[in-house]
């Protein structure tokens, strides 16, 4: 089975920054509500840890109303994609995952589950249109290059947990003590959690998702052997993305998709979590023969 060669590191670090997140998670409760915050962090923790590893892929598909790919429902999109990715899991040695399609005009995709036995692949209906079959065959191998390299359980965990973060931080805000002696909170500790714990969510998404995405990029090129593939989709994707951003994302969940699913608006571009698609295709050439 292909594997990145930063596979153990990659592990390493996820399992540290969601014990962060956790722990964040936990502080904020009781920042904002005393004993009774840290109580209430504590049970939001555990379960949104549960969720997160075992329905973080429903959750996800369940989010931007994905359909299941099926040859009885979509024969001719299933017809089209099911033989790319089939192609692509034997020459990983991963088992087929399932397809799923999301009804939306902007084009994206992304890869969830708790394992590579559990794995789907989502793609929206607009980048079926926009692309051929050679760059498909590039975004697919990107997306199952997340599933070789455990990517989609810890991405999908972080965005359970960022999601917890700031609704607790919500709740604090509204719900927050502000007179009892001996909780330690009030009015502006649950405000500043209001502000900082999205914040924190989201910086943490970041440093989990860049370098992650490179390191699928790099599985693609080497799958495919074909780096071009991935280069003209991304070019593709980075313009019309812009032009038609998806409406219902939110940014727990945006580290999921092979580009950012929003339109570059200035506060979305400081918590972006991906690198630059200027800087994905510079190391993708790299890959190419031509190098070009």
């Known amino acids: 089975m292909l594997r990145h060669p930063f596979f153990v590191m990659n592990m390493l670090k996820t399992t540290f920054l969601l014990a962060l997140m956790s722990g964040l998670l936990l502080a904020g409760g009781e920042l904002a509500g005393g004993r009774n915050g840290l109580y209430m962090a504590l049970a939001i923790a555990v379960a949104m840890n549960f969720a997160g590893y075992f329905f973080s892929d429903k ?3 369940a989010t931007y109303g994905a359909q299941p790919l099926t040859p009885e429902e979509n024969p001719e999109i299933y017809a089209r994609l099911a033989p790319i990715v089939q192609g692509l899991a034997q020459r990983m040695n991963l088992p087929m995952p399932k397809l799923w399609l999301i009804p939306e005009q902007a084009p994206n995709a992304f890869a969830t589950g708790r394992d590579p036995r559990h794995a789907s692949v989502a793609v929206t209906a607009g980048i079926l249109g926009l692309m051929t079959d050679r760059e498909l065959e590039g975004v697919l191998a990107h997306e199952l290059g997340h599933v070789i390299n455990r990517d989609i359980l810890s991405s999908s965990v972080a965005a359970t947990l960022a999601t917890a973060i700031t609704f607790l931080a919500r709740m604090a805000f509204w719900f927050g003590p502000r007179s009892d002696d001996d909780e330690r909170g009030g009015g502006w500790s649950a405000l500043i959690m209001m502000i900082l714990a999205p914040v ?5 998404q970041m440093a989990i998702s860049r370098t992650r995405e490179y390191a699928a990029d790099a599985t693609s090129a080497q799958v495919t052997r074909d780096p071009e593939e991935l280069i003209s989709a991304l070019g593709k994707l980075e313009t019309y993305s812009r032009r038609i951003p998806m409406g219902s994302v939110t940014p727990a969940t945006a580290h999921l998709f092979i580009v950012k699913p929003f339109s570059g608006a200035t506060m979305m571009r400081l918590f972006s979590t991906h690198p630059a698609t200027e800087d ?8 190419s023969p031509t190098g070009k």
Do not use: D, F, P
């Not at 924190?200 to 943490?204: E, N």
């Open 59 to 61: 959750i996800a598909l």
């Open 280 to 287: 994905r295709i510079a190391r993708l050439r790299a890959w």
């Open 200 to 204: 924190a969510a989201l910086l943490i």
